[in-house]
């Protein structure tokens, strides 16, 4: 144990004690400082190997960098503590590789390349490598939503707007609903992982220096380095120009935000008045043993709360001066990493959300009835204004609607007894399972989606 005064290991440091929402699951785990120091150390591998390969570099110094590159043999907290002289942890790291590589091959480490190349480009593979299992339980989110709507395709329960009864729905169409947003945020994911691209710019964006060590054709080399490390190969050095950064802030902002929605649905109807879902196996109180919260969707409302302003920040440093810029790549590292974890742990509360999901149709059920036969006012509107007249329609429901609070009966019951419409079968009209629209085509052809 530490002392108050000690300061804390590397491992303590980043083991997510205030984020439970991304503690444990493998978005931490790809993300963490080890996982960035494996992407640095694989990034300067993989250019004295793009190097060897276009005859700019000994086969043997390729061999010699890559075994060299084994983060088991490097100090993370020593790292940090010495990127605090440079600004930047590439600094520090391309001294220790050099040593370990030894006086032979060691000046083959990092030649021509700047820290931002190496930095933007380990900060692609840490994406890269945490997108992967985000999308694996998006892809578990995803299905246990389609086996809901499924399910619940005819379940009716009541629509809200605006916090009130609206008209009646079907929890499969709101399910149904959820899935979109998940393949839409699955599809971004996508498109952006396949996009990102290595860096490699030299001091100012002109690949000059790896002409100096002779390369005839330095682009030749950015494609060579991208395909080492299974990026895109991108067209102009990316410096100052931060598609990718913001793209990723984007497609994570916005997978926080649809999954958040699904949680604040979520939240809402396990409310103890409503009851009309529950989580699988909800958390504890430290104070009321009654309680089962409802954490996973706690969690991942909470995700979604912090991602928007993550990615301002990261959409404000595309204002970055000159060829590089002071402070704006800076900026981006924390805020990059913070969002995807809190994508990556949202996904995952998601899923196991989804999986456990419990709902009470008959809280559904029952809750149509609570405001005695109002939720379907609409239909009773369009139903009876050919039939009496559309203003005569109007003042009618609107008549009968303040007697159904003020004398507790029934809007059935109250129609029942007006003379113009005894010839009328109001019980089809009044039964608010009879009223959910076009609900189960929507969620079928919601499903059609793969």
């Given amino acids: 144990m530490t002392s108050p005064a000690s300061p804390a290991s590397s491992a303590e440091a980043d083991a997510g004690l205030l984020g439970p929402g991304w503690a444990g699951s493998p978005a931490a785990s790809a993300s963490g400082d080890t996982a960035f120091l494996r992407a640095l150390l694989d990034a300067e591998a993989a250019l004295t190997r793009a190097q060897a390969a276009l005859g700019l570099a000994p086969a043997e110094a390729a061999d010699a960098v890559t075994r060299a590159a084994d983060p088991a ?34 000046p083959y480490v990092h030649r021509g390349a700047t820290s931002q190349d190496i930095m933007d480009t380990a900060t ?18 995803e299905a246990a939503l389609a086996r809901l709507a499924r399910e619940h395709r005819d379940t009716v329960m009541p629509g809200r707007t605006l916090t009130q009864h609206a008209v009646p729905i079907t929890f499969g169409l709101k399910a149904a609903g959820w899935r979109s947003l998940v393949l839409d945020a699955r599809d971004r994911i996508t498109q952006v992982r396949d996009t990102l691209p290595a860096q490699l710019g030299g001091a100012a964006g002109t690949l000059a220096a790896f002409a100096a060590y002779g390369a005839d054709d330095a682009t030749a080399l950015t494609e060579a380095y991208a ?28 997978t926080a935000g649809a999954l958040g929605k699904a949680a604040a649905d979520v939240l809402v109807l396990c409310r103890t008045e409503i009851a009309e879902l529950a989580e699988g196996s909800g958390g504890g109180s430290s104070a009321m043993p009654h309680k089962a919260n409802p954490v996973r969707a706690t969690l991942i409302a909470a995700a979604a709360r912090r991602a928007p302003q993550l990615a301002a ?14 402070g704006a790549w800076h900026a981006e590292w924390e805020p990059l990493r913070d969002l995807l974890r809190l994508a990556g742990g949202a996904a995952r509360d998601a ?10 149709s008959d809280a559904m059920r029952a809750h149509l009835d609570l405001t005695h036969g109002l939720i379907v006012s609409e239909r009773l509107s369009a139903e009876l204004a050919p039939l009496i007249g559309r203003a005569r329609a109007k003042d009618l429901l609107t008549e009968l609607a303040r007697r159904t609070y003020t004398e507790g009966r029934g809007l059935g019951e109250l129609l029942a007894e007006q003379p113009e419409l005894k010839d009328i079968d109001l ?23 793969h």
């Avoid at 790292?79 to 520090?92: C, F, S, Y």
């Fill in 73 to 106: 043999c490097f100090d993370v907290r020593a790292l940090a503590e010495r990127a605090r002289a440079g600004g930047n942890p590439v600094i520090p790291l391309v001294a220790d590789l050099t040593r370990a590589v030894g006086e032979e091959y060691g």
């Fill in 124 to 141: 692609m593979l840490v994406a890269v490598r945490t997108l992967d299992p985000v999308l694996a339980d998006l892809a578990r989110t």
């Fill in 227 to 254: 395909r080492e490390l299974g990026l895109c190969a991108p067209l102009l050095p990316w410096h100052t120009l931060r598609t990718p950064v913001a793209d990723l802030a984007g497609c994570l902002a916005f």
């Fill in 313 to 326: 920040t990261l959409y404000g440093s595309l204002a970055a001066e000159d060829e590089r810029p002071a």
């Fill in 351 to 360: 899923a196991e959300l989804a999986e456990g999901l419990r709902v009470d």
């Fill in 427 to 449: 019980g089809p009209l009044t039964d608010p399972t009879r009223y959910t629209g076009s609900a189960g085509a929507l969620i079928d052809r919601a499903l059609e989606r």
